[in-house]
Nanobody
Framework: QVQLVESGGGLVQPGEPLRLSCVAS??????MGWYRQAPGKERELVAT???????DYADSVKGRFTISRDNAKNTIYLQMNSLKPEDTAVYYC?????????WGQGTQVTVSP
């Protein structure tokens, strides 16, 4: 069984940065990523990263967010810069195991003046 625990969410003003972390415990995971869900909207992809470190981003966050991974610590990070009010959402960590996909509980990010 795999557990994913996110941290680092909070309330920030527009333009400020924030860094999210997700620690995985349990079985081996291949691709990992961050998704987000705003009130009244569907969950959407933010960024993914392969075990080898190759990233991919949603167009809405390209150039502002950076995903990274430390396999030795079983941790992925999401560095979010130039945050906008439309980035407000619950951010979820995701990891692909051998036979299923795992999700964390989520961490709230609120961007407001």
């Amino acid at each position: 069984q795999v557990q994913l625990v996110e941290s680092g969410g909070g309330l920030v003003q527009p333009g400020e940065p924030l860094r999210l972390s997700c620690v995985a415990s349990g079985n081996w995971l291949s691709d990992m990523g961050w998704y987000r869900q705003a009130p009244g909207k569907e969950r959407e992809l933010v960024a993914t990263i392969t075990r080898g470190g190759s990233p991919d981003y949603a167009d809405s966050v390209k150039g502002r967010f950076t995903i990274s991974r430390d396999n030795a610590k079983n941790t992925i990070y999401l560095q979010m810069n130039s945050l906008k009010p439309e980035d407000t959402a619950v951010y979820y960590c995701n990891g692909k195991g051998i036979s299923r996909t795992y999700w964390g509980q989520g961490t709230q990010v609120t961007v407001s003046p």
